[in-house]
Nanobody
Framework: QVQLAESGGGVVQAGGSLRLSCAAS????????MGWFRQAPGKEREFVAA????????YYTDSVKGRFTISRDNAKNTVYLRMNSLKPEDTAVYSC????????????????????WGQGTQVTVSS
């Protein structure tokens, strides 16, 4: 089992940047594919980004392409989400998720495919 804990959220002005971290503990982190999701008030949770367990493959939802970057450091058991050029519509609770995966390039895009979740961290972008 893997425990996940997000950090790095906060309040930022539009156009600003934040870097979210997701620290994992428990079983071997580097055999898990990881993802970031977000949920805004009154809306369903949506996929943001995913990364393979090797870090060699990543994918983003269209609305964040070119602005967000997902990365991971398996030696530190941590996955990151660098968010640049933030917009008010990026305001949401951001959660990381993990799923066991031994394929070096496999990604997951749907929340029900993930086995483990963190509690989430609030990101608020003011206009």
């Amino acid at each position: 089992q893997v425990q996940l804990a997000e950090s790095g959220g906060g309040v930022v002005q539009a156009g600003g940047s934040l870097r979210l971290s997701c620290a994992a503990s428990g079983r071997t982190f580097n055999t898990y594919a990881m993802g970031w999701f977000r949920q805004a008030p009154g809306k369903e949770r949506e996929f943001v980004a995913a990364i393979s367990w090797t870090g060699g493959t990543a994918y983003y939802t269209d609305s964040v392409k070119g602005r967000f970057t997902i990365s991971r450091d398996n030696a530190k058991n941590t996955v990151y989400l660098r968010m640049n050029s933030l917009k008010p519509e990026d305001t949401a609770v951001y959660s990381c998720a993990a799923v066991p995966e031994h394929s070096s390039s496999r990604l997951y895009f749907r929340d029900y495919e993930y086995a483990y979740w963190g509690q989430g961290t609030q990101v608020t972008v003011s206009s």
